[in-house]
Structures are given as C-alpha cells and as structure tokens.
C-alpha cells in the first residue's frame, strides 16, 4: 500500500502538472470565492451520460434512420447465402481468411472446386459484415452527433473571450472559472467517448479495431486530464475546430450508402475545404498561441511540454492526412467518382457495388484518433 500511495503522490506531483507556487488546494472546489475550478468527481457523470447516449442512439436508428434509409432504397439485407457446408464452415471458424494451402484438402472433402471453394468463402464473410443499411444508420447517427456537437459549441463559445483571442486562455491560469455550458459541452464530448468506445465491439468492424479502441481511452484519459488541470479553454477550441469537418465526411459517406453520388461528390469537396481551414489553418494559430504567446503570459510547467508536444504532434499529421485527402480527391476526378476505402471493413471483397466504392473513412477515423488527443486539452 505505501508503494501505491507513494506512486499515486508521485504522478500527481504539482510540480509536473501545474504551474509553478500552485498546488491541488489552490484550484479545488470553493478554494476561492471568485473562481469555479473544475471538480475532478464530476468526472464520473459521462458514464451514465454515455449509457443515455447509446440509448438514444438506438432508438434514433432503429425508428428514424433505418425507415428512412429502407424509403431510399437502401439494402438491409442479403441477395445471396453460403449452403451449408459443416466442412467449410469448420475451417472458416478456424480462420476466416481463405488459407489456400488449405484448398487441396478442402476439395477431397467437399468435392467442390477452388472457384467453387472461392465463392462460398466470399459469401460466407459477407454473412458476418454488416448490411448496407447498418452503415448507413451508424453514419447518419455520427453525422447527427458531429452536427450537434459543432452547433452547441459554437453557441457554448460564442460570448467567451478566448474564442476570440485566444490569449485568454492563458490569462489567470490556472484560476478560470468552469461555466455551466463549458460543463455540458465536456460531459457531453467525454459521455459520446465512452459510449464509442462500447459500441465499438458491435458497430461496423475496421481493420483498425484495436488501435480505434486504443484511441479512445487515450481521449478519455487526455480529456479527464485537462479537465483535472483545468486546461478547459483550450480544449473546448480544439473540440470545436476538429467536429466541423467531421459533419461533412460522415454526411459524404452516409449519401454513398444511398446512391446519392453527385450528392457525395459535392459534400466531400465541401469537407475537403473544410478540412483545410480547420485543420490547417485555425488549429495551427492555436498552437501558435499555445507555443509562442502562452510561454509570455504565464510560467511554464512539464504538463504544458507534454500537451503542446502532442498538440504540434497532431498538425503533423493532419498534413499528413490531407496529403492523403487530396490524392483521393485527384483519383476521383480522373476516375470521375469517389472511390477506394483507406479504412474499410475487413471483408471488402465481397462484390457488393455499394460497399466496393466507399468514401475515405480511415480519413475520419484516424482524424479523431489524435484530434480527439487534442479535444482533451
């Protein structure tokens, strides 16, 4: 117990994670008339928010979406199903990817031949990959919560001061006060986290799984974090900067599950801009402030070092994924459609005209996977 404590005391060092002459009771709840510091306790309240959210989610797709998506004619289900074949299917639950190795053995079994073998593999692993229908809902529900997020923090940031200078959030740090709607706008982000993070293991499955999962306890983490150091100023610009394209991918992606292809056209040139603005142009002034103008206004502190590198880190990569980004857009226009899934579904090789010509999701995916690193600051 005293190794515990002693690392507890250890990792929590006012040294480490606030500025210099601060310490925990300086910035605790009530230690100051004038201020409201952030409460760490509150940072159980995403949790039941979370299991509102999936409950709402829910409800939503099951009779909202999914009525619309089938009026459009989207599939819900399957033209074509593998036979039964115990053999097969034995081998299939041992590995769901054809083992050609295997192919000569199967054949003696089954007396069936490779293109035949071929085939009802393909069929067999479209049988475990969701309908077109369920991408749909599961985007539109994204592109509902992104468009929500977005609005709200707009209308959350629109009269604080470091919305428009973003000094101010370096002015009297660490004793800012936490607003009632800065409150909702993080327990709401956090709350959509943790309910991403469960519904993760029965949405859509990406090749990226683990590393998706990852992510998401990491934004956890750096969120609670910030909330803890009260670091709440710039995170709430980062949320904000980083949900506005993600409205129009999802919107790009949920219009190619309905055949809307001009429509997608036009919603990912729209994101694509978007994107650039956002991420390459309004992100890196914050950092410039965070980098240049935070170190004039206040001392600095080996938490700052470790936000900021992550910060710098992040715009990296979003020139990175915009390199990305803007060979998709070229492809499409010689090819005159969107198409090629960076990050897809892994059994993409069912044919299947609808889900072969998906929209760049890995873009959105590994987007958030360090945006929301940011969203947590």
Not at 33 to 52: E, N, Q
Not at 97 to 118: A, C
Not at 136 to 152: D, G, K, V
Not at 324 to 339: A, C, E, H, N, R
Request: glycine share 2%; aromatic share 14%.
């Amino acid at each position: 117990m005293e190794i515990i404590k002693v690392a507890r005391e250890t990792f929590w060092s006012t040294r480490i994670w606030l500025p210099p002459n601060s310490t925990w009771e300086d910035i605790a709840p009530g230690s100051r008339p004038d201020v409201t510091h952030a409460d760490y306790r509150d940072l159980v309240w995403p949790i039941p928010m979370a299991v509102v959210i999936m409950l709402l989610r829910y409800a939503i797709e099951r009779f909202w979406i999914m009525p619309i998506g089938k009026s459009l004619g989207i599939k819900s289900s399957r033209s074509k199903k593998a036979s039964n074949n115990s053999v097969l299917e034995k081998a299939y639950q041992k590995c769901n990817r054809l083992n050609y190795k295997l192919v000569p053995s199967l054949k003696k079994q089954t007396d069936m031949s490779e293109r035949q073998i071929q085939r009802w593999w393909r069929l067999r692993r479209a049988a475990d990959r969701p309908t077109t229908i369920v991408k749909f809902c599961e985007n539109t529900w994204r592109c509902i919560y992104y468009s929500y997020s977005f609005i709200f923090g707009i209308i959350v940031l629109w009269d604080k001061d470091w919305f428009w200078n973003i000094k101010h959030c370096w002015y009297g740090y660490p004793h800012q006060s936490i607003s009632s709607d800065i409150w909702w706008y993080y327990m709401i982000s956090m709350a959509f986290y943790w309910s991403l993070t469960v519904t993760q293991f029965i949405d859509v499955k990406r090749k990226d799984f683990w590393q998706m999962f990852v992510h998401h306890m990491v934004t956890l983490l750096l969120m609670a974090l910030s909330w803890v150091c009260n670091l709440h100023r710039v995170g709430s610009l980062v949320l904000v900067v980083h949900d506005c394209a993600d409205i129009f991918l999802e919107a790009a992606k949920l219009t190619k599950y309905a055949k809307y292809q001009k429509l997608c056209d036009s919603i990912f040139a729209i994101f694509t801009v978007v994107w650039i603005v956002t991420r390459l142009g309004f992100f890196p002034r914050i950092i410039y402030s965070s980098s240049v103008e935070a170190p004039n206004i206040l001392p600095m502190f080996p938490a700052y070092y470790i936000f900021n590198t992550l910060l710098i880190s992040l715009l990296f990569l979003h020139v990175v994924w915009t390199y990305l980004i803007l060979k998709i857009v070229v492809d499409s226009l010689q090819k005159g459609l969107m198409s090629g899934d960076i990050r897809s579904s892994d059994s993409e090789d069912v044919s299947d005209s609808s889900e072969n010509a998906n929209i760049p999701n890995g873009i959105e995916e590994h987007t958030k996977e360090v945006s929301s690193m940011n969203r947590s600051r």
